[in-house]
């Protein structure tokens, strides 16, 4: 396991760690944007930039980027030098400019020392901040619905020639994980609609709960192999029936208890009341 430096915490990683799991292991705290542990590391906000040097290095040291740079033995990691505070400074300007009116961008800005964008404000302001992530998930999950167009300015996540997304199968994890909020989304019992794509939800057949749509039941029940009964019941009921199982299954053990108890007795019931206040 290498032994590092971390603004003076001394941290024993496993092998294989980035800098950025293992500030968090000693409570380090590293702003990020684009990263989330269910998805491989992509360093596209560059906000987790950190400077590293060695004792053997004779005091020069290099920024970069920490979700994706791997832990080494002896390595010093200085999270909150002079010129990682500036580099997040200019990252967060930038973000300020594009998402002026964003709580997130707002907030880190704030941190960071910024009250408002250096730079001029963006002529349609949006809560996206490329982050990446709702498309980069939408890959992980095999589906490719969405994607990032253009370039520069203008760049922004939409589906194909901006209509209906033919690939999406609505099951909401590009806004789920997007931290800003900003892909919007109507669910309801019978419907569900995203991207301007209408969906059919899968009700569930005791409580008529809309739970998933049918295209996301039929996406995962391929891809996973679980049978379609699966889907036949929301969480909500299926965590009833296991209560209800589960009362059964402790009544029955109850019984067997207190019938043994008489039996060891040869029916005189010491051994139950005995079992009962024991809270067998």
């Not at 906000?47 to 080494?72: H, Q, R």
């Amino acid at each position: 396991m290498p032994t590092l430096r971390i603004d003076g915490h001394v941290v024993k990683a496993r092998e294989g760690a980035t800098l950025l799991e293992a500030a968090r292991q000693v409570g380090v705290h590293v702003p990020t944007l684009c990263h989330h542990e269910a998805l491989e590391p992509w360093g596209g906000c560059r906000l987790c930039v950190v400077d590293i040097t060695k004792a053997s290095w004779n005091g020069w040291a290099k920024t970069v980027v920490s979700c994706m740079y791997p832990v080494e033995e002896g390595l010093i990691v200085d999270t909150r030098s002079d010129r990682v505070k500036e580099t997040r400074q200019v990252v967060l300007d930038l973000l300020l400019a594009r998402s002026p009116d964003t709580p997130l961008v707002q907030q880190l800005a704030k941190e960071h020392g910024l009250e408002k964008t250096s730079y001029q404000l963006s002529a349609n302001p949006t809560d996206c901040i490329l982050c990446g992530l709702c498309t980069r998930i939408c890959d992980h999950l095999g589906i490719s619905a969405i994607a990032a167009v253009d370039r520069g300015a203008g760049r922004e996540i939409a589906p194909p020639f901006h209509d209906a997304p033919p690939d999406c199968i609505g099951c909401l994890a590009c806004a789920e994980i997007c931290p800003t909020g900003h892909i919007r989304y109507e669910t309801g019992d019978r419907e569900r609609v995203i991207w301007n794509k209408r969906f059919e939800m899968q009700r569930c057949k005791r409580c008529g709960r809309g739970q998933v749509t049918r295209e996301e039941a039929a996406y995962f029940g391929k891809r996973t192999g679980v049978p379609p009964g699966y889907f036949e019941l929301c969480d909500k009921c299926k965590r009833e029936d296991l209560a209800k199982t589960a009362a059964r299954l402790a009544v029955g053990r109850y019984h067997d208890d207190a019938t043994q108890a008489a039996a060891s007795d040869g029916g005189d019931g010491s051994s139950f009341g005995s079992a009962r206040a024991k809270g067998l």
